[in-house]
């Protein structure tokens, strides 16, 4: 888990999040003022995260912007904790604040699923 949470610290100070870890999963909870699950592009495989996320708004009414100091766009590539199960990886973005839920292995092991083959 250390190579992700050096990935993390090499972010921008402007990226705030928080990275937790239980018995059973990884949470990684970043926030993402703006932005919805619509303006929201995640995936996890081949042992990487990468979030790729743009705020959309619109100024009110008859406005313009003069000056733009809250511009959201967050493209990064993490790295995986190598005990993560990414296939079973949860994700959820609620008022401005993604959460990432990475299962860990059982026993420090991977599953692997063994398919039966017919005997000719």
Same mark, same amino acid.
């Given at each position: 888990?250390? &190579?992700?949470? +050096? =990935?993390?610290?090499? $972010?921008?100070?402007? @990226?705030?999040?928080?990275?937790?870890?239980?018995? +059973? =999963?990884?949470?990684? @909870?970043?926030?993402?003022?703006?932005?919805? =699950?619509?303006?929201? /592009?995640?995936?996890?495989?081949?042992?990487?995260?990468?979030?790729? &996320?743009?705020?959309?708004?619109?100024?009110? +009414?008859?406005?313009?912007? $003069?000056?733009?100091?809250?511009?959201?766009?967050?493209?990064?590539?993490?790295?995986?904790?190598? +005990? &993560? $199960?990414?296939? /079973? &990886?949860?994700? =959820?973005?609620?008022?401005? @604040?993604?959460?990432?839920?990475?299962?860990?292995?059982?026993?420090?092991?991977?599953?692997?699923? @063994?398919?039966?083959?017919?005997?000719?």
């Amino acid at each position: 888990m250390s &190579a992700l949470r +050096d =990935a993390l610290r090499d $972010l921008s100070d402007d @990226v705030f999040f928080d990275l937790l870890e239980s018995e +059973d =999963a990884y949470l990684l @909870v970043l926030d993402v003022p703006g932005v919805s =699950a619509d303006s929201l /592009e995640l995936s996890v495989d081949d042992g990487r995260i990468s979030i790729d &996320a743009h705020r959309e708004k619109e100024p009110e +009414d008859d406005y313009r912007y $003069l000056e733009e100091n809250r511009s959201l766009f967050l493209d990064v590539d993490l790295p995986m904790p190598a +005990d &993560a $199960l990414e296939t /079973e &990886a949860e994700a =959820a973005v609620e008022r401005g @604040v993604l959460e990432l839920t990475l299962p860990k292995t059982r026993d420090g092991e991977m599953t692997i699923d @063994v398919v039966e083959e017919d005997a000719d």
